[in-house]
């Protein structure tokens, strides 16, 4: 047996180099929208391996999601509207229990409503991602945070998380 470390082939660290570079090169926006992704797939995941009974795929695809749902929660901006803030921390934490309660009560379903909330997440963070690229390609509209006083007929919009 050599020491020598064994290079990895290109098929192994592709994926792992794609996402590091989509990362990397990504804005708030759509790291946040990649999460949410993230979070829908390893829920997906945790179902399918309850209905497999599959245990460790149990643990990994939860937690994962979990890790996920955490991280959304807990990055959201501290000067964020209050009701706003209060509202979606209460959605996170109500998913975070789903993905617990599934995973320890082996129940398919709160796992497949916990995945439909976080699809409802993503579409409902797609929508606001084409306004802010909207609003910021239309001169003279101001973002919440951004140049210049929000709009009179229409609410400021703060996306960042």
Known sequence: MSDTPTPQTPSSSTPNAY???RVMTSSPEQLRLMLLEGAVRFARQGRDALLA????????????ARDIVVELMTAIRPDTETELKS???GLYTFIFKLLVDASFDKDADKAEQAAKLLEYEVETWRMAMQRLTQDRATPGLALA????????ERPALSLQA
């Open 145 to 152: 945070g951004g140049p210049g006083a929000p709009s009179a």
């Open 53 to 64: 009974k599959d245990h460790e795929g149990i643990y990994t695809g939860f937690s994962r």
């Open 87 to 89: 509202n979606v921390q």
């Open 19 to 21: 996402l590091r570079t």
